[in-house]
């Protein structure tokens, strides 16, 4: 690391958007803590269920932990049927990966992945190796116009959209007006529409740091300006709808019409790995098949990642996929009467424990991990200072034991997160 | 596709860096032409070596084409130790990939594969899942400061460089100057770095579209002025080198030092799948795990791509590396000796057939593909306009006799791109 960057006459007229200096610096302590606490930058090997063996080392020598960080909220990234697809894909080509664009040579399975997905979801698909990726590629394409019947619109982004869409707010800038309102602020997003003929809103679906996107009033504003919905879904695919169209796409119409853009993962909930665009029209296709940064000058996800969506797509198809919803909902369920969170009652699977000080959340998150529990420390510059925070990601595949054993943990270090017995009653007659 | 954008008070305040709307209207007649050609949006299946069956039905019915489009330049990506490794990574963890960000949790295999590979090239490797996303982490650390000492440098762009570096410019400007100067322009380059007492460089190392930079001159204007070198030799990895540090980095010393970031592909030459950075220092790897936006935001390569690397890396520890560097060389000499290029006589494997009308090169390129030819025609916006050409991918693990077939061709319709006798000789007396 450097020292504090000098003052310089640049800095006041360049500095808009970002300030990575001033985050590096101001969140320094931080980092150095959690590291020295052992709760970043951990490597383990699957074992089974939710649990890994952390570490390096010889498998014996290595203790196993009960993971509640990674968002395989299904527990499909470990499913027989998502592995056997990775498998098959690779040794029916012999290779795993083709080194050049989308835009020319393809894997003949992405062509089926993307049909299969494109009818699942009633959307026209396509698939990117990431979802940062994919929403590189549809940013400049927002900003163009040529999204908005060509009229540059202006772009307003949540100020929680994701980092991999806020990230583009001076590339979007580069091209037209952008615009950043408080989280979920329906009233300001309304005035831009009622000043401007063409506004395209960018926010997530579900919030990784929880909470959602009110769909319903955005949908509202799209029948009464026409305003374009650029929504990432990532961590709301597979949890809701009959074949897993996920959180935002379940509250569209049947046709999903040409001023909405729904971005998604095959990793998180889907359980196989990369990201996809669900859109509604021919032009749209035909549009990012040519422009789109990623698709013509990246690569498609490999042939594994290819077969294990494939593979995934079989278990969205079969009663297996409503199983898996019902055993979600219920942990949800099982960690909500214990442990009270602003998401307590909602129906998604990442809760947050507000703690307050950095040095409390981490303390708290390294005791949890030695009672052999991993959940994500928050910190800034992820949440503002002052309120870090514990994240836990349930999954249906946690054994419900070791989801009350985590509320244990938590309740023991963090009193005042007990849930009150009105709100657990209310969720147990709901049940 | 909507209609060409009216004209709006945004328009010319706000265009800086990129003018996406104009790109897509002056391009779409010439994405038209090459899709109804044929030579856009191929699918297929590999069969054996640079060979695959064209579509995506029964497979009795595909006709085989011969591939000179992917970056396969050492013709590993089918290779059965690349192959056997994907499936291995896979069996060990009966898992393909997990949820969550690199600062997180990781598979213990990607440390090998990251430890591997600092010690086969004696730098400190960082693997992402794409070069893009490598790319994307780097800038805003490049532009903040942390890595020129806290001071923001004055960052300059080639005018040439892969569009996954100068996406990023009005991200960079909105933290620091940004300046673009004319392909390779070593002395405007060097008034820069007169001026300015920090200035960083961005830059390929070979370029896809043909060449190279100058690795020679920018290592002295670095030694005379501190200049900062972040270098994408995506296309040059694998070709040189004992265990096939690439094009760049077998021009530094042993030791990179604190004014160089690498970027590479772990595609392309190296047969695997992903993107990886090699820095220099300590100070370096931990800024960038924590601080990459990729790899604190988006995903590591998958388990498939980390065991395909380590297949890859015992290829690279091999005899067979410098067999199949030899065997390219030689090729490249093949197809020299026949068809003139800009590229004629340089040792990369990225040769460009200048024809002109976008046009006569989408007539060409067709021609060539029903003669049994893959190769990608390039065009606006790709290149200049009037400057339509078809790119040649040579491999290692092309037949003589193809490439000699593929100039046939090429010459009996640009008999103007016959190689001169005397250059033919020169190369024939190299041998």
């Known amino acids: 690391m450097q020292q504090r960057s000098e003052s310089s006459s640049l800095d006041r007229s360049t500095r808009h958007f970002r300030n990575t200096d001033y985050v590096v610096n101001e969140s320094r302590t931080y980092f150095d803590a959690v590291h020295a606490a052992g709760l970043m930058a951990l490597y383990g090997r699957s074992t089974s269920g939710r649990a890994f063996a952390l570490g390096t080392g010889?498998?014996?020598?290595?203790?196993e932990v009960i993971d509640f960080v990674r968002c395989s909220y299904l527990g499909l990234d470990n499913h027989p049927m998502v592995v056997a697809g990775a498998i098959e894909a690779i040794q029916a080509h012999h290779s795993l990966h083709w080194s050049c664009a989308r835009t020319r040579l393809n894997f003949d399975l992405i062509a089926e992945l993307e049909s299969t997905l494109s009818d699942m979801f009633s959307v026209r698909v396509l698939a990117f190796s990431t979802v940062m990726l994919a929403n590189l590629g549809a940013m400049p394409l927002l900003a163009s116009g040529q999204l908005t019947g060509g009229r540059k619109?202006?772009?307003?982004?949540?100020r929680s959209a994701h980092i991999s869409l806020a990230y583009h707010k001076p590339v979007v800038a580069d091209e037209t007006r952008v615009e950043t309102i408080a989280h979920n602020d329906i009233d300001a997003l309304e005035r831009f529409c009622r000043k401007h003929s063409a506004v395209a809103y960018v926010c997530d679906g579900v919030y990784s740091m929880g909470g959602t996107s009110p769909i319903k009033e955005l949908r509202q504003l799209q029948e009464h300006y026409g305003l374009f919905l650029y929504v990432d879904d990532a961590h709301g695919i597979s949890l809701f709808g009959r074949e897993g169209e996920g959180f935002a796409r379940s509250q569209f119409p049947q046709v999903l019409g040409d001023r909405t853009i729904i971005a998604a993962s095959?990793?998180?909930g889907f359980g196989a790995s990369g990201g996809i665009l669900m859109l509604g029209?021919?032009?749209?296709?035909?549009?990012f098949r040519r422009y789109s940064i990623p698709y013509a000058f990246s690569v498609a996800p490999n042939l594994a990642a290819v077969g294990a969506g494939l593979g995934s797509c079989k278990i969205h198809r079969s009663v297996e996929l409503s199983e898996r919803q019902g055993r979600l909902a219920k942990r949800i369920e099982v960690f909500d009467r214990r442990v009270a969170t602003a998401e307590q009652g909602n129906s998604l699977p990442i809760r947050m424990i507000s703690i307050g000080s950095e040095a409390n959340a981490i303390a708290i998150a390294g005791e949890i991990l030695n009672a052999g529990f991993y959940t994500s420390v928050t910190f800034f510059p992820t949440v503002a200072r002052g309120k870090a925070g514990i994240r836990v990601c349930i999954t249906a595949d946690h054994e419900v034991g070791d989801i009350e054993r985590l509320c244990d943990c938590i309740l023991e270090r963090v009193p005042?997160?007990?849930?009150?017995?009105?709100?657990?009653s209310a969720l147990a007659s709901d049940s």
């Open 153 to 158: 619109p202006v772009v307003v982004f949540d």
């Open 281 to 287: 029209t021919a032009d749209q296709e035909a549009l």
């Open 266 to 268: 095959l990793g998180k």
């Open 416 to 424: 005042n997160a007990t849930a009150k017995p009105r709100m657990a």
């Open 58 to 63: 010889p498998s014996d020598s290595r203790s």
